[in-house]
C-alpha cells in the first residue's frame, strides 16, 4: 500500500472517530494494524477532546520495538522520559505519527499494508 493511500484511509477512518462522537458517543475508538506482522495500534477520541490519543500496547513488543517505539514517541512528542506508550496528537498529524510508529518503530517496509476496525 503506497503512502498517501495508507494516509488517506487513515484520515477518512479518524473522521468517523470525530463524527461518532459529535453524534453523541463518550468515545470513539479504532484498532489500526499491520497485515503480515499483525502489529497494531489504538486510536482513541474522547468528548470535548480535539486530539487523538494513540495507544501503542506493550504486551505485543519485543525489547527492541520497546526501545524503538520509546525513541519514536518521545521524537514525537519532544520529551525525552515517557510513561507508556500513548500519545495525543492533532487530528491532522495523525497518519504521519501512524506512519513513523509502524515504519521507526515496528521497523516495518515503507510500503506496509494496513487494515482498520473501527470499535463500538
Do not use: W
Not at 502489529?39 to 526501545?67: H, N, W
Not at 515517557?82 to 492533532?90: A, S, Y
Amino acid at each position: 500500500m503506497d503512502t498517501e493511500d495508507r494516509k488517506s484511509l487513515i484520515n477518512s477512518h479518524i473522521q468517523k472517530l470525530f463524527d461518532k462522537v459529535s453524534s453523541g458517543a463518550p468515545l470513539s475508538y479504532l484498532i489500526i494494524s499491520e497485515k503480515k506482522s499483525n502489529k497494531y495500534i489504538q486510536c482513541t477520541v474522547s468528548t470535548g477532546e480535539e486530539k487523538v490519543l494513540i495507544d501503542v500496547p506493550e504486551g505485543q513488543l519485543s525489547p527492541e520495538e520497546v526501545d524503538s517505539i520509546t525513541q519514536v514517541l518521545s521524537d514525537i512528542c519532544g520529551e525525552k522520559e515517557i510513561l507508556g506508550f500513548q500519545i495525543k496528537v492533532p487530528r491532522d498529524k495523525v497518519a504521519d505519527v501512524v506512519d513513523k510508529i509502524f515504519i521507526n518503530g515496528f521497523g516495518l517496509p515503507s510500503d506496509y499494508e494496513i487494515e482498520i476496525t473501527l470499535l463500538e
